[in-house]
Nanobody, 128 residues
Framework: QVQLGESGGGLVQPGGSLRLSCAAPRRFFSINAIGWARQAPGKEREFVASISWRGECTYYADSVKGRFTISRDNAKNSVYLQMDSLKPEDTAVYYC?????????????????????WGQGTQVTVSS
C-alpha cells in the first residue's frame, strides 16, 4: 500500500488562492507520474491535473486550465497544486494520486482511471 499525504486545503473566498501539497514515498515518487483529482458532494470523482515523472509535461482538465498549476519537487518527493482565481464550483475534496506503471518520462495521466493509488483527500471550500 502506498501512503500519500495531502495538505493545504481550507476555506477561501471566490477569486482567492490556495496551494495544495502531497508527499509520497521516495521509492514510488521519483519515477512515476502523479496528479490531482477532486470530488464534490453528490458528484463523481473528476480528473484535475497531472505531471510526468520528470516534470516536463503537464495535463489539465479544461475546467481548471489557466487557473491551476501543477508542479513537483523530486528532491522532496512532493507534488503541488497552485490554485488561483478560485470559484465556488471548485469546492470539493481534492485527492493526490499516483500512477505507478512505467509509461516513460513524458507520460501524463488524463483520467481518474489512469491512477493506481490515492491519498485520503483534503477539503477545499470556496465561499464568501
Amino acid at each position: 500500500q502506498v501512503q500519500l499525504g495531502e495538505s493545504g486545503g481550507g476555506l477561501v473566498q471566490p477569486g482567492g488562492s490556495l496551494r495544495l501539497s502531497c508527499a509520497a514515498p521516495r521509492r514510488f515518487f521519483s519515477i512515476n507520474a502523479i496528479g490531482w483529482a477532486r470530488q464534490a458532494p453528490g458528484k463523481e470523482r473528476e480528473f484535475v491535473a497531472s505531471i510526468s515523472w520528470r516534470g516536463e509535461c503537464t495535463y489539465y482538465a479544461d475546467s481548471v486550465k489557466g487557473r491551476f498549476t501543477i508542479s513537483r519537487d523530486n528532491a522532496k518527493n512532493s507534488v503541488y497544486l497552485q490554485m488561483d482565481s478560485l470559484k465556488p464550483e471548485d469546492t470539493a475534496v481534492y485527492y493526490c494520486a499516483l500512477h505507478i506503471t512505467s509509461d516513460g518520462p513524458y507520460y501524463t495521466p488524463q483520467t481518474v482511471a489512469d491512477f493506481d493509488y490515492w491519498g485520503q483527500g483534503t477539503q477545499v471550500t470556496v465561499s464568501s
